[in-house]
């Protein structure tokens, strides 16, 4: 399964972050799913994601269109009980025994994880040290940084959004928490769909970072004007 959220985050996966974000709740929850069963509803992804529950709907409509989930109505008779289970699958276009890009995070991951076992102490006993470590290239340490961000500071921003500008970042050394805390104080500036614009547009002009708040405005407004 982890191959399958690899997949989401890559060049490969869905076209709009969004998309991304709704997939990812769907992943989290089949990861603590005792049963490998998950009957997510429109209004908890929403509130997950902070997305309106017409667009998760829209969002979900295009994943099981392009072959990433699929879902089944169930329903408790007599209970007045009716809800989507969702599964994930790949898409035709990709083969997870295959794919080098899946293959090479697989590595990646286990390479960092052996490493761990052998080298240091998992996990890092604070933010001080999980930065020191990510600065030498420490994909544990960065991977520690993103998964412990306090996303209670940022009730307005869509987190999942932010992972993903966290994720494509040019250099693990520059992903701090002070680093963190700044790009997400100013991402929650913005309305959630306006945050996926910002990322989309960091990731066609190949930055690693938020422009200034002026330079947004203007890419917002210049979006809107193209709509």
């Known amino acids: 399964m982890r191959r399958w959220q690899w997949a989401i985050w890559s060049h490969e996966g869905p076209a709009r972050v969004a998309q991304r974000a709704v997939a990812q709740v769907l992943f989290d929850y089949l990861v603590t799913s005792p049963d490998g069963r998950v009957f997510p509803s429109i209004e908890t992804i929403a509130e997950k994601t902070a997305l309106t529950e017409k667009t998760v709907g829209g969002h979900l409509d295009a994943l099981v269109a392009a072959g990433w989930i699929a879902r089944r109505l169930r329903e408790r008779g007599g209970q007045g009980w009716r809800r989507y289970e969702y599964t994930l699958h790949f898409p035709k276009h990709i083969d997870p025994s295959t794919d080098d890009f ?71 050394a520059t992903i701090t928490k002070t680093w963190l805390n700044t790009n997400a104080g100013q991402l929650a500036q913005y309305k959630p769909g306006e945050q996926a614009i910002l990322v989309e547009w960091i990731e066609s002009n190949e930055k690693s970072s938020l422009p200034s708040h002026q330079a947004c405005r203007a890419i917002l407004k210049q979006r809107r004007a193209a709509a």
């Open 102 to 172: 899946l293959k090479r995070a697989e590595r990646k991951r286990l390479d960092a994880i052996d490493e761990h076992r052998i080298t240091e102490e998992w996990p890092p006993r604070d933010d001080a040290e999980a930065e020191r470590r990510a600065a030498k290239g420490d994909y544990l340490g960065e991977e520690y940084l993103i998964d412990n961000f306090d996303t209670d500071r940022f009730p307005a921003l869509d987190v999942r959004v932010f992972y993903r500008l966290a994720d494509i970042r040019k250099s693990v």
